[in-house]
């Protein structure tokens, strides 16, 4: 990781951190690599508790490392929490915001799935349905832009922004796999191309 921000946290603050994953939990219906603009904005530009390059870097390994993409969160906490206060604020730091972004969407899930099972031929839960799959695409879209626009705009980056436009388009228009598609981004990267 990225040289870290060392600050204090007070109690609010880390009331703060859990408040702000709660809120994010319940927007999270693409999953939640769908809130990081939302946690960039949040986190790096607002509170300056994480750096840029520490955000993204949380983000690079969570989808690298095997398991949920959920996963970024989690080092995000860490990474919060050890700028505050060493290990254990960094335990602290993971415990507050995987309980934030896990527990409401977790029960609103829930309550969700036995509901819309039981009722699944109603007009009302269709359309609801079809009308998240654009909002869900919009975030995916955002939390792709929030990590391609962390590097920059300039005319340099052009092969970082011509690989995310080109794995858009062989996501949408394929059956390609997408750890295919990461796997040769990895190894891109590891060759300098990007």
């Known amino acids: 990781m990225n040289a870290a921000i060392t600050q204090v946290l007070s109690a609010l603050d880390w009331v703060a951190l859990v408040t702000h994953f709660i809120g994010l939990s319940l927007l999270a219906v693409a999953g939640a690599i769908s809130t990081a603009p939302d946690s960039h904005r949040y986190l790096v530009d607002e509170q300056h508790w994480l750096s840029d390059a520490q955000f993204t870097d949380s983000i690079a390994i969570a989808q ?18 050890f700028n505050a206060a060493s290990w254990a604020g960094g335990a602290l730091g993971l415990v507050l915001a995987m309980a934030g972004i896990m527990g409401p969407s977790s029960l609103l899930t829930y309550v969700t799935a036995q509901w819309s099972q039981r009722n699944r031929e109603r007009r009302e839960v269709r ?10 695409i919009a975030l995916m879209t955002g939390a792709g832009w929030v990590l391609v626009a962390a590097h920059g705009y300039s005319l340099t980056h052009w092969p970082l922004w011509g690989l995310a436009a080109v794995s858009t388009l062989l996501c949408w228009r394929t ?20």
């Open 175 to 194: 059956r390609i796999h997408l750890l295919w598609l990461l796997g040769a981004g990895a190894l891109l990267g590891a060759l300098g191309w990007v």
């Open 64 to 81: 690298a490392a095997p398991g949920p993409n959920v996963l970024y969160i989690a080092l995000i906490g860490w990474n919060v929490g």
């Open 127 to 136: 359309a609801f349905k079809q009308g998240m799959t654009p909002i869900v």
